[in-house]
């Protein structure tokens, strides 16, 4: 009912249009409001992230970063985990020569073999460990620190050669999967790392990203 006034009468309850919940998603322009459905309905993902899924990969990020840089110090300096203070890098001892002398599977146990050891192969192994262990951390040149990890992760796959179920001398050779394993795993969260700009959330990734040698050469970010 309406009054003279063109007032609503008084008890006639009017329909209140509550807004939608929104959630916050991270693009690589930075931060927008949009309807919490967007995602579930869109066709494609785009270049858009939940800032939820955004820290996620941020702590996957500095996780699989911890992991590379604990290898390379425990490496070096012993800390008597993986490695004993006796065969620390520092103390004379070599990081690959106790995996790749024991490789006993596969089509690649010669080279393994050979390359144990030697100073080049170490130093190569323990500057790539660290580096991408620290790139991985900060939150920068997470590309490179793909490509470089993704090719120490799936030399190592190499060497284990998990497809074959026995070794030369006919034992069996553990592998649980004739394919896949942690170290192909590892390879494939780097890439996802880097395709996901993961460091510009809890890292320095958009400082980085800013700096004029990293905007002439984008392959760095």
Known sequence: MRTGGGREAVGVKEKVRLPLPEATMTTNTGQVKVPAHALEKAEAPG??????????????RISTGIVFLWAFLDKTFGFGFATPDERAWINGGSPTKGFLSRV??????????????????????????????????????????????????????????????????????????????????????LVVLALTYAGHTWGLGRLWARLPFVQKNRWMI
């Open 104 to 189: 006993e599977v596969g089509p690649f146990q010669s080279i393994s073999h050979d390359m144990a050891g030697l100073w080049w192969v170490d130093a190569l192994f323990m500057i790539g460990m660290g580096a991408v262990g620290l790139a991985l951390i900060a939150g920068v040149g997470l590309r490179v620190a793909a490509a470089a990890g993704s090719l120490i992760m799936v030399m190592m796959w190499a060497a284990e050669f998990p497809p074959d179920r026995f070794t030369a001398a006919g034992e069996a050779s553990g592998s649980t999967n004739p394919f896949m394993d942690y170290h192909l795993i590892y390879a494939i969260v």
């Open 47 to 60: 270049h858009m992230l939940t800032t939820a899924a955004a820290r996620a990969l941020a702590v996957l």
